[in-house]
């Protein structure tokens, strides 16, 4: 499977277009509609996700709720359109309607793409860099993600994910009994937090942050259950999954950082201590007694759950603005603010686990066929059976 994603913070719209999805897989619109209104969750959230209602129009792939292995096209119109229709707007301007219309900025804000991608492509005016480097292009990411976790979820894969730290504050009891109490869990709480009292602290440390013009940052976790033994490869380092998988949190705006199993925590402890120890039954066939290493080896999975954990740094546009230089002056100014969210972690621990789904489920179809649902279905089940034997 494959996918791109076009459109601007504040255009028109957001699209994405799927190919390579199997025929036969139920898909609807309320399944999309779903995660979006996920992301748009979390304390924190500027006014922004007061504006933007997100629901998507699928405009090709599906007939009658399923999928016909025909590209899928996804729509999410941006409301705010309507207020911005001078500023982004596709037809040419006069030179004199120019100053009016375009508000040209030149300031680049601190941490954001603003100056880096104004050099790359030679813009003068930088709205033509944050329009698109917003992370308001993770809005079809996720929808994207949300059509992988229906094809996970067909072959008896899930997907969950929450957040383990906010702001120095990190939930000390994440423990769960399976991945639907983790989901419930977490919708429950305005922080996506398992631990409820961690969670206060969380909402007290992003209330604070916004109270002092400041932004906070955090880790999320996505796990995955049911994700059979060999997926990936030990054979070639571009076909090793849990570097695939790496990349994908790592592509995540304003993620900085990745770790499988208990991660950078290996480098402190010996290996006695580490590898997980291979266990047999009768009924499970092979399994690990730990799962340190968060569920693969050799860049294959083991058949325990996956494990990732992913940092987002701190969102770098301030009410307390950071120094900058004007591009044409050349001379010193506080930066602008563009957004006002204090804290999105909660938000991307949703697009956290939509492009860890998207890259287990690609792998599958890699390995498993590509074409009908069914058939994919009847070998993985072959794929776990044999497992159980070998």
Same mark, same amino acid.
């Given at each position: 499977?494959?996918?791109?994603?076009?459109?601007? =913070?504040?255009?028109?719209?957001?699209?994405?277009?799927?190919?390579?999805?199997?025929?036969?897989?139920?898909?609807?619109?309320?399944?999309?509609?779903?995660?979006?209104?996920?992301?748009?969750?979390?304390?924190?959230?500027?006014?922004?996700?007061?504006?933007?209602?997100?629901?998507?129009?699928?405009?090709?792939?599906?007939?009658?709720?399923?999928?016909?292995? =025909?590209?899928?096209?996804?729509?999410?119109?941006?409301?705010?359109?309507?207020?911005?229709?001078?500023?982004?707007?596709?037809?040419?301007?006069?030179?004199?309607?120019?100053?009016?219309?375009?508000?040209?900025?030149?300031?680049?804000?601190?941490?954001?793409?603003?100056?880096?991608?104004?050099?790359?492509?030679?813009?003068?005016?930088?709205?033509?860099?944050?329009?698109?480097?917003?992370?308001?292009?993770?809005?079809?990411?996720?929808?994207?993600?949300?059509?992988?976790?229906?094809?996970?979820?067909?072959?008896?894969?899930?997907?969950?994910?929450?957040?383990?730290?906010?702001?120095?504050?990190?939930?000390?009891?994440?423990?769960?009994?399976?991945?639907?109490?983790?989901?419930?869990?977490?919708?429950?709480?305005?922080?996506?937090?398992?631990?409820?009292?961690?969670?206060?602290?969380?909402?007290?440390?992003?209330?604070?942050?916004?109270?002092?013009?400041? =932004?906070?940052?955090?880790?999320?976790?996505?796990?995955?259950?049911?994700?059979?033994?060999?997926?990936?490869?030990?054979?070639?380092?571009?076909?090793?999954?849990?570097?695939?998988?790496?990349?994908?949190?790592?592509?995540?705006?304003?993620?900085?950082?990745?770790?499988?199993?208990?991660?950078?925590?290996? &480098?402190?402890?010996?290996?006695?201590?580490?590898?997980?120890?291979? +266990?047999?039954?009768?009924?499970?066939?092979?399994?690990?007694?730990?799962?340190?290493?968060?569920?693969?080896?050799?860049?294959? /999975?083991?058949?325990?759950?996956?494990?990732?954990?992913?940092?987002?740094?701190?969102?770098? /546009?301030?009410?307390?603005?950071?120094?900058?230089?004007?591009?044409?002056?050349?001379?010193?100014?506080?930066?602008? +603010?563009?957004?006002?969210?204090?804290? &999105?972690?909660?938000?991307?621990?949703?697009?956290?686990? &939509?492009?860890?789904?998207?890259?287990?489920?690609?792998?599958?179809?890699?390995?498993?066929?590509?074409?009908?649902?069914?058939?994919?279905?009847?070998?993985?089940?072959?794929?776990?059976?044999?497992?159980?034997?070998?």
């Amino acid at each position: 499977m494959r996918y791109l994603t076009a459109g601007e =913070s504040h255009g028109p719209q957001l699209t994405t277009i799927i190919e390579g999805v199997p025929a036969g897989l139920p898909l609807t619109k309320e399944d999309i509609d779903f995660e979006l209104g996920r992301r748009q969750k979390g304390h924190g959230r500027g006014r922004r996700m007061q504006i933007e209602k997100d629901q998507v129009q699928i405009a090709s792939g599906v007939r009658h709720g399923k999928t016909l292995g =025909s590209p899928i096209a996804l729509v999410v119109e941006n409301n705010d359109w309507k207020h911005w229709t001078k500023i982004m707007g596709i037809e040419p301007i006069s030179d004199e309607e120019e100053d009016e219309i375009k508000r040209k900025i030149t300031r680049p804000r601190p941490g954001h793409a603003d100056l880096n991608g104004a050099i790359k492509y030679g813009h003068r005016d930088m709205r033509n860099v944050l329009e698109r480097s917003s992370a308001r292009e993770t809005t079809v990411r996720v929808a994207a993600g949300a059509v992988a976790k229906k094809l996970l979820a067909a072959l008896d894969i899930h997907v969950a994910g929450h957040v383990l730290e906010i702001g120095g504050v990190r939930a000390t009891n994440s423990t769960y009994s399976n991945l639907e109490e983790v989901k419930r869990k977490t919708e429950e709480s305005p922080v996506r937090c398992l631990d409820d009292e961690a969670g206060l602290e969380m909402m007290k440390a992003i209330d604070q942050a916004k109270e002092n013009g400041d =932004s906070i940052g955090g880790i999320v976790e996505v796990i995955v259950e049911g994700m059979p033994a060999g997926v990936g490869s030990y054979v070639h380092y571009d076909r090793k999954l849990d570097a695939k998988v790496a990349a994908a949190i790592m592509s995540i705006n304003a993620f900085k950082g990745v770790e499988f199993g208990i991660g950078f925590e290996a &480098a402190r402890i010996p290996g006695s201590r580490v590898h997980d120890e291979i +266990i047999w039954d009768k009924e499970k066939g092979y399994s690990r007694r730990t799962n340190n290493l968060g569920g693969f080896e050799g860049g294959m /999975t083991t058949g325990m759950p996956i494990v990732v954990r992913g940092v987002m740094k701190p969102i770098p /546009t301030l009410y307390k603005p950071l120094k900058s230089v004007d591009i044409e002056t050349k001379e010193e100014f506080a930066a602008s +603010i563009e957004r006002s969210d204090s804290c &999105a972690v909660p938000a991307a621990s949703v697009v956290a686990e &939509a492009v860890v789904a998207w890259e287990l489920a690609n792998a599958i179809l890699e390995q498993f066929g590509q074409d009908r649902i069914d058939f994919i279905s009847e070998n993985v089940a072959k794929m776990r059976e044999y497992s159980r034997e070998f």
